[in-house]
């Protein structure tokens, strides 16, 4: 059985000036993986993720639920004939929710929570998609990556 409650803080490790828009504007750039689109982040403050992802930052959100409810209302406005979901990635292991929530062994140090929105009809396109969800200021920080938590 799977828990799908989504994590206490999720963290997106990526270039400050794309995070600040993040922050200031719930700006996120969807993108397209496995007939989904996807936008990815983590669940743990991992300094080695800085270099994995190439990021000078990271955004943290501390109000998961509001965030993901925010962020799935925006999606829907968007692609109103779109289904979305949001989990954990599975690692190594073929993931209940699907081929867009598995990914090998050798990444399971990202540790994902991911969110993905599937067409529900065919032909529509997968290309990226910008959303917007408004300012985060209320629940969300940047921090660089010599900030660590005590």
Not at 33 to 61: G, M, N
Not at 97 to 107: H, I, Q, V, W
């Amino acid at each position: 059985m799977h828990d799908y409650q989504r994590p206490p803080t999720l963290y997106r490790y990526g270039i400050r000036e794309d995070l600040e828009l993040a922050l200031s504007q719930g700006q996120f750039i969807l993108r397209p993986a496995a007939s989904c689109l996807t936008l990815s982040f983590s669940q743990v403050w991992e300094p080695k993720l800085f270099e994995l992802f190439a990021a000078d930052a990271c955004l943290v959100i501390h109000n998961t639920e509001e965030f993901g409810e925010r962020l799935h209302r925006a999606v829907q406005r968007a692609l109103p004939s779109w289904a979305g979901i949001d989990g954990a990635v599975e690692y190594g292991v073929r993931a209940a929710l699907g081929a867009a929530f598995s990914k090998t062994a050798a990444e399971a140090q990202e540790r994902e929570w991911q969110f993905a929105w599937r067409a529900m009809q065919a032909n529509l396109s997968l290309n990226p998609l910008v959303v917007k969800v408004g300012n985060l200021e209320n629940y969300a920080e940047l921090r660089s990556r010599d900030t660590y938590l005590a």
